[in-house]
């Protein structure tokens, strides 16, 4: 991986921790919320919509960095 991969990896995750942060901190009751209607749900349909945002994040990234 080159110097500029690590550098976007690193944004990248940065990013994701300073939004889980706000989401945590500006509403954590909704973050309770969304985690007790998440284990009312089947591992399955967990994955599922896990592989389709992760699908959706990649095409983004695709878009975006061309």
Same mark, same amino acid.
């Given at each position: 991986?080159?110097? $500029?991969? #690590?550098? &976007?990896?690193?944004? @990248?995750? %940065?990013? #994701? *921790?300073?939004? +889980?942060?706000?989401? =945590?901190? *500006?509403?954590? &009751?909704?973050?309770?919320? *969304?985690? /007790? +209607?998440?284990?009312?749900? !089947? /591992?399955? !349909?967990?994955?599922?919509? %896990? =592989? =389709? !945002? @992760? @699908? #959706?994040? $990649?095409? #983004?990234?695709?878009? $975006?960095?061309?």
């Amino acid at each position: 991986m080159t110097g $500029v991969g #690590v550098f &976007d990896l690193a944004t @990248a995750l %940065g990013l #994701v *921790l300073v939004l +889980e942060g706000l989401l =945590l901190a *500006l509403a954590p &009751d909704l973050l309770k919320r *969304l985690v /007790a +209607e998440m284990l009312a749900h !089947s /591992a399955q !349909s967990l994955r599922l919509v %896990g =592989l =389709l !945002s @992760a @699908a #959706v994040g $990649v095409l #983004v990234v695709w878009l $975006v960095r061309g």
